[in-house]
């Protein structure tokens, strides 16, 4: 055999990029999965068997409505009632004219149960029943006004304002009374809208019957008896009736019916046709392998679903359905927004799906081990359309549940920004986490070759010590922390019945536990070195100083970056806020507030956020990002309070959390700046007790006022005097000893 | 180049725990092909894992060409090719592409990886079927198709687990031919079997394992010469006679090596 190799042009030097071997990788899976017969099948098949499904409850819904319409009333309200007699007689007169002309053949109940499609069945009987029409006076007072607000509110369906016109038509000189009849329903409604396009129904017959005799008279006129116009004004009713509410549950069954075939066979089918190996044999991080595959199972998943989709739109829009679904139609906007959401859902159970899969070592396996999490996964589908539950801070962090109540709110044009915000933040985060969690455990040994040692090694401690984190550690110790702060701040808020250093002190056992407990139980799973990976070393007498310095120095800075970000409104509401909370505080002794907002806080934060985190950080990125990052996840923590979101806290934290960064990273150890941390808290809150002021520095805000600038170039002189400190004491250290103490 | 030492892997079955491999520990230098030779579960494949970081050992490491696996198992996994009758290939793609497809993660440059694929797919003679679905092609073209992906990323270490088990005539030829090019290329070899006869005629030199131990080495002469039997197959029926004490009754070649 002649060598292969002979003439190899070894000698081209060839450092291959990350992103080039990735692509590869990814290049590899895609292929593999969309090649695939059966994803096809899958694709072609789902929407048939998710269309019955969905026959069946759209079917469901509308005998609902049927059976709500023939009981069903349009209550119309007008202005007087010589206006109003005016309208009904026109009405009338319309629906006399319009029921000669309809068919009277057609029944009410054979159409509903021996319709050819359920929809078509459906929809045929919605058209044929006859609403009870309830007219209505407003009260005395300002009539347009009262008609606006009695549709907005939905105590009516339709409101009808008349305006007179006096039109003198060209041919006769004669004054002839006319006038115009403007309908107002409620845009989000369905109900009023159909109320209003009965109505108008009428209103038109009676106006086109009018031209026709004239026409017909030959009699050339310009004159008509009335004129319509249609307006509406944003209802607050309607949500509880949207078939919106669905949508989420749509969401789930087709991004999870579409990731599960792909996640099965990109990990456990890789096992079963023996490739698993090597692969694994390949020089690759676990990371990128199931990054690639969630890469695949997501495209799965989004065309899939996209499919569906469009087959069911096209449906509901040959039907004349589409307005019923969504109250505007279908726009591009409303498609763009169902998109969105859709790759959210897609994202989410592709990771999840991966992360169940990886545990696998065979397709039937995967199959029991996903056959639970797609019933337990309908639960939180049926959220949306649970009525007035609405989104909380917890349900957004109750993995898949934030989702659904998200998109509901979303399609609706409900949702609170912040709240989405976190829905899709923590959904991301969930995703990361079982990304890793699969990236742990697939292609490991015990699945790889089957031993019976099976998943407690995953669980067990890491034999070796490591000095750092490593990153996905600390991600995961985050990812921890992240739902149990939140629930944790939600949990103190309802202690309103306790005194309030009770609470006090409550939230600083909490915040012991959670910043120094749950890292503290992780360096232990993943073997870290407390003293290091909590960068926990003697600082030097002059970062110590330093440190001093700018807890006494720092705070004029923070304060005026939050001045800054608040809106004058934003001012008044929330020193309304703290000034019912300043008379609850005065009472508590000084140390209680010491401890619990100084001391436990500064240990417990400086620990996490600039010690465990931070380490983990630095293990990955350059100091400068290590620091953002880190300010960036310190801020976000200080958003939460109690119950509710304060995100002008966002700046002011971040700021601090950038000097801390740069304290820690300069000093070389997280003691300075926990004395920074504690100074500036304890302060503050010193400051307020005996100034009769508030606790926190935040809560100065009752002196809406600048700083006066005096104040503010004497700190700046002091911080710069700070860190200068703190960086001359790091070259005398470094200089005298190279090891840390 | 490939140094084991002192591997170990203890398998928990159950409640009871199994030795599959007891210490074994050898060298295997450049040009030479090594027979890591025993009866079935006698721990082969579970050493052959270990070298290349697939399964963790319960102590020892392995060591190619100075890194450690236990500390840098993708420099490892570079320098390694793996040979294995239970490896399958990606059935909805076509050679070509898997072949390009190890060559993008291993790192090789894409102009060089089409040349090599070209030379490769020439010498094991898959150039007729480069664009067929692998799902197509009959067992001997997909085990040729296997040789050549495992030479893509042309490693200087190869290990086969069983490379012939399965082939007939013309397959095991091919292997045969396989091991001759990786010697000419100076590459240390690992062949794992069970078959004695043909490790005989392969492999440079032998290591015997015998429930995870190992109790000789050496070169056939040197076998031959302390156990006084004529073939391969004649010691190993010798060390099933005396499982009891198979380390007691002769010097292992180790010990006559060093
Ligand atoms: N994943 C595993 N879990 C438990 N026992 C195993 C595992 N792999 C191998 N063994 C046991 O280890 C021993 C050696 O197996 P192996 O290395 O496959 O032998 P060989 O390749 O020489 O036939 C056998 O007794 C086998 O049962
Ligand atoms: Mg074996």
């Not at chain 1, 990814?26 to 292929?31: A, F, G, Q, S």
Request: charged content about 20%; hydrophobic content about 45%.
């Amino acid at each position: 055999m002649a060598s292969p190799f002979d003439h190899d042009s070894d000698d081209r030097i060839f450092t291959p990029t990350k992103s080039f071997r990735f692509s590869g990788l990814l290049r590899k899976e895609l292929r593999e999965i969309l090649r695939d017969r059966r994803t096809v099948i899958t694709l072609i098949l789902m929407p048939l068997l998710v269309y019955p499904l969905l026959g069946v409850m759209l079917q469901k819904f509308f005998l609902n409505q049927v059976t709500h319409l023939s009981e069903i009333e349009y209550r119309i309200v007008l202005p007087n009632e010589s206006e109003g007699q005016l309208f009904r007689a026109m009405f009338s007169q319309g629906d006399e004219l319009l029921s000669a002309k309809e068919k009277p053949e057609l029944e009410v109940s054979g159409a509903t149960t021996t319709g050819a499609t359920p929809s078509a069945g459906t929809l045929a009987a919605f058209k044929q029943i006859k609403p009870v029409v309830k007219f209505m006076i407003a009260d005395e007072g300002n009539h347009n006004q009262s008609i606006v607000s009695l549709v907005r509110e939905g105590v009516v369906d339709v409101g009808v304002r008349y305006f007179p016109i006096d039109v003198t038509p060209k041919k006769s000189k004669e004054k002839h009374p006319s006038g115009r009849f403007q309908l107002i329903y409620g845009s989000e409604s369905g109900h009023s809208r159909r109320a209003a396009e009965y109505v108008e129904k009428r209103l038109q017959a009676v106006r086109w019957n009018y031209r026709d005799r004239l026409l017909s008279q030959l009699g050339e006129s310009e004159t008509v008896p009335f004129l319509t116009s249609v307006s509406t004004v944003k209802s607050e009713m309607g949500q509880a009736t949207s078939l919106v509410t669905i949508v989420p549950l749509i969401l789930i069954l087709m991004t999870m019916t579409g990731a599960v075939y792909p996640a099965i066979d990109l990990t456990a089918g890789e096992r079963e046709r023996g490739t698993l190996e090597t692969l694994m044999a390949a020089p690759l991080p676990r990371m990128w392998i199931l990054s690639a595959k969630f890469i695949a199972v997501l495209v799965v998943a989004i065309m899939t679903a996209m499919v569906n989709m469009t087959a069911m739109l096209a449906t509901a829009y040959a039907n004349g359905l589409e307005t019923v679904l969504f109250g505007e139609g279908l726009t591009v906007f409303v498609l763009l927004e169902i998109l969105l959401l859709l790759v959210i859902f897609a994202a989410f159970f592709s990771a999840v799906l991966l992360c169940i899969t990886s545990f696998a070592r065979s397709f039937k396996e995967a199959q029991a081990y996903l056959i639970p999490l797609m019933l337990i996964s309908m639960a939180p589908g049926i959220l949306g359309m649970v009525p007035d539950l609405k989104m909380t801070l917890i349900w957004a962090v109750i993995p898949l549940a934030n989702i659904v109540l998200l998109s509901r709110d979303f399609l609706l044009h409900d949702a609170q920004p912040l709240l989405f915000f976190v829905s899709v933040f923590s959904t991301l985060f969930y995703g990361i986490v079982a990304l890793s969690l699969a990236a742990r455990i697939f292609g490991t040994d015990t699945i790889l070759y089957e031993s019976e040692t099976s998943w407690s090694d995953f669980f067990k401690r890491s034999r070796k010590t490591h000095l750092a984190p490593a990153l996905n550690n600390a991600m995961l110790c985050l990812a921890v922390m992240f739902p149990v702060f939140i629930l944790s701040a939600a949990f103190v808020s309802r202690l309103r019945d306790m005194s309030i250093s009770l609470r006090l002190l409550i939230s600083g056992s909490l915040t012991f536990c959670l910043f120094l407990l749950i890292p503290l139980l992780f360096a232990r799973l993943g073997g870290v070195k407390l003293k290091t990976g909590f960068r926990w070393y003697r600082p030097g007498i002059f970062s110590c100083l330093g440190a001093i310095l700018l807890g006494f120095t720092l705070w004029p800075f923070a304060y005026e970056i939050e001045i800054f970000a608040l809106s004058d409104e934003r001012i008044e509401s929330l020193s309304k806020l703290f000034e019912s909370l300043k008379l609850e505080l005065g009472a508590v002794p000084l140390w209680i507030k010491l401890v619990s907002l100084a001391v436990l806080p500064a240990v417990c934060e400086e620990l996490f956020f600039r010690g465990y985190l931070l380490s983990a950080l630095l293990n990955r990125f350059s100091n400068t990002w290590a620091i953002l990052a880190s300010s960036f996840l310190f801020a976000l923590f200080h958003v939460i309070v109690r119950d509710s979101l304060f995100i002008e806290r966002f700046f002011p934290s971040f700021f601090m959390g950038l000097c801390l960064g740069y304290v820690n990273i300069l000093s070389g150890s997280v003691i300075p700046g926990i004395m920074l941390h504690m100074i500036h808290n304890g302060l503050l809150i010193t400051i307020a007790s005996y100034q009769d002021s508030l606790s926190q520095w935040e809560i100065n805000l009752e002196n809406q006022k600048h700083l006066p600038l005096v104040w503010l170039g004497g700190s700046l002189l002091m911080v710069v005097v700070g860190f200068f400190l703190i960086r001359i004491s790091n070259r005398r250290q470094s200089a005298g000893s190279t090891d840390l103490p | 180049m490939i140094l084991v030492k002192d591997l170990t892997r203890i398998f928990e079955a159950g409640n009871q725990d199994v030795l599959a491999v007891d210490h074994v520990s050898f060298e295997v230098q450049p040009g030479e092909v090594y027979g890591l030779l025993g009866p079935n579960g006698a721990g082969k494949t579970t050493t052959l894992r270990m070298i290349l970081g697939l399964l963790k050992p319960t102590s020892g490491d392995a060591e190619v060409e100075g890194f450690l696996v236990s500390s840098h198992p993708d420099e490892i996994k570079r320098r390694v090719g793996l040979v294995s009758t239970s490896a399958g290939l990606y059935q909805w793609l076509t050679p070509h592409e898997i072949l390009s497809f190890f060559a993008d993660v291993y790192g090789v440059h894409p102009l060089q990886a089409e040349e090599r694929i070209e030379k490769l797919s020439r010498l094991f003679d898959i150039t007729s079927f480069l664009d067929r679905r692998t799902a197509t092609l009959s067992t001997g073209q997909k085990q040729r198709v296997n040789l050549a992906r495992s030479l893509i990323h042309n490693p200087p270490v190869m290990l086969m687990d069983e490379p012939t088990r399965g082939l007939d005539v013309v397959g095991s030829k091919v292997i045969f031919d396989y091991i001759d090019l990786l010697r000419e290329e100076g590459k240390a070899v690992i062949v794992c079997t069970h078959r004695l006869d043909e490790a005989e005629q392969l492999c440079d030199r032998f290591g015997l394992l015998y429930y995870g131990k190992k109790n000789y080495e050496g070169t056939l002469a040197e076998l031959q010469q302390c156990t006084s039997c004529q073939t391969l197959t004649q010691i190993f029926l010798q060390l099933l006679d005396a499982p009891l004490e198979p380390a007691g009754i002769l010097p292992t070649a180790q010990e006559e090596l060093i």
